[in-house]
């Protein structure tokens, strides 16, 4: 496991890298955004530590660029915890969140979590269409009218997710299960925030995403 470090803080990253390394993992290290953005350019990495508050490029900015060209795990650390903060990580496509300070433990009790979690995603054959709304499970895009949609992975997952469960009623206890994994740290409206960035992305074909009052949601064509 290779794991990509992103503080600004030395003795956050050493600490960080101790743990990593005593679990048999390896660690490499990035002071900012830019640099960050960089390694991941040059190196694969299992998953990246990123901190929020990072000087020359913030941590959110830099999860933007990565997303362009990686679906490497993300987990975000920083000293706010609001929930914006969160839910806009979890937005431009980060994994986990975690709040400092925080536990070196817990840190890598979720870096297990969320290399778990990457390795059981499905790479199936399947090519869905519904309409105008065409899905390539294989190449991992989706096309809306002929027109390539910019997902983020999280929202490939619950889309691909639903198409597999077309029909059947999904609470949100289950699509969290599912699509982010039974050890995942979140709640109810993780699930509303990306079902509402999905259906956008995906206009007039939202309306196969149907809304199921206090229960959760179905795709239904």
């Known amino acids: 496991m290779k794991v990509l470090i992103v503080d600004d803080e030395e003795m956050i990253r050493a600490v960080l890298r101790e743990y990593i390394e005593f679990e048999g ?29 990072l000087p020359r490029l913030d941590g959110f900015s830099a999860v933007k660029e990565i997303r362009k060209f990686s679906s ?64 390539d499970v294989t190449g991992r895009n989706v096309y809306v009218d002929g027109e390539k949609a910019e997902l983020t992975p999280k929202e490939y997952e619950l889309l691909f997710y639903f198409v597999q469960n077309a029909g059947v009623a999904l609470t949100r206890e289950r699509l969290l299960n599912k699509v982010w994994g039974y050890d995942f740290y979140g709640d109810d409206r993780t699930v509303d925030t990306h079902v509402k960035m999905l259906r956008g992305n995906l206009k007039e074909y939202r309306k196969f995403i149907v809304t199921l009052r206090g229960l959760g949601y179905k795709f239904e064509v």
Do not use: N, W
């Open 25 to 53: 993992g390896e660690a490499d290290e990035a002071q900012d955004g830019m640099e960050a953005v960089k390694k991941c350019r040059e190196g694969k990495y299992d998953v990246i530590l990123m901190d929020v508050m």
């Open 72 to 135: 490497t795990p993300v987990i975000m650390l920083s000293a706010r915890g609001e929930e914006y903060d969160k839910l806009f990580g979890f937005e431009i496509g980060s994994d986990d969140y975690v709040t400092k300070p925080f536990s070196p433990k817990e840190v890598m009790a979720r870096i297990h979590a969320v290399v778990r979690r990457a390795a059981r995603k499905q790479e199936g054959g399947e090519v869905y269409e519904f309409e105008g709304l065409r899905i």
